[in-house]
């Protein structure tokens, strides 16, 4: 299957600074890709979705000031966690489609996933 | 209601039982239906995908989809302990967007 990686896979910071988390498709070229951020013991739930060369669309209740994404080249979106706080502390996952999957299933790639820990 | 339901658990079975993982969701839109087995601490894994009615199998799984009754399940015959894991329901909307239920959590015992 495709491969999505995501880097970096652990950070820990001090509260008020930013972090940036990488996510690259490596073998195949990804129009959309998709952030997620879990908790502990909770779901998956979705951030926002990248879209390749325009803004991103994020979900209701994410702050599109607080949660930067750049999805500047068909194979590599960038999540930037602004000002962070301790309760940003959590599983952020990309996932990406193939641009030229079965449209039918439209299957999503995931990526390792990133554990950001703000002290 | 909740977009995604699924039974939290936790599902115990033996080892070399039947697994039966339920799903239910709302958008009667939903068109295909993922399920991605997730160990903790790491990313979902995707187990398999269904978009016609009936079953569909894949060697020890098996998904079972009614789309008039909104409801998808997932069959996990001879379970072994590195099937304990939590299973993820994700009906795929528009744009290709995954909405996940909480998961069930499986634990087969040896």
């Known amino acids: 299957g495709a491969v999505v990686s995501q880097h970096p896979s652990r950070v820990i910071c001090k509260s008020g600074t930013s972090v940036k988390i990488e996510c690259r498709s490596l073998d195949f070229q990804a129009t959309t890709m998709f952030w997620y951020r879990q908790f502990p013991k909770q779901s998956l739930m979705l951030m926002a979705t990248s879209n390749e060369g325009s803004k991103a669309t994020y979900e209701q209740g994410v702050e599109k000031d607080k949660f930067l994404i750049n999805h500047a080249s068909l194979t590599l979106s960038t999540l930037t966690v602004t000002s962070a706080h301790p309760e940003d502390s959590s599983f952020y996952i990309c996932?990406?489609?193939?641009?030229?999957?079965?449209?039918?299933?439209?299957?999503?790639?995931f990526g390792e996933g990133s554990r950001l820990t703000v002290l | 209601q909740k977009e995604v339901e699924q039974n939290s658990g936790p599902l115990s079975v033996p080892e070399g039982a039947i697994a039966s993982l339920n799903c239910t969701y709302s958008d009667r839109g939903s068109q295909s239906f993922f399920w991605y087995r997730q160990y903790s601490g790491k990313s979902p894994e995707l187990i398999m995908f269904?978009?016609?009615?009936g079953d569909k199998e894949d060697g020890r799984f098996t998904a079972q989809l009614n789309k008039a009754s909104q409801y998808v399940s997932l069959l996990i015959r001879d379970s072994q302990p590195s099937d304990s894991a939590t299973y993820l329901c994700a009906p795929r909307g528009s744009n290709y967007k995954l909405t996940f239920g909480k998961g069930t959590l499986l634990t087969v015992n040896p």
């Open positions: 269904i978009y016609s009615n």
């Open positions: 996932s990406a489609r193939d641009f030229a999957g079965d449209t039918n299933t439209g299957e999503l790639f």
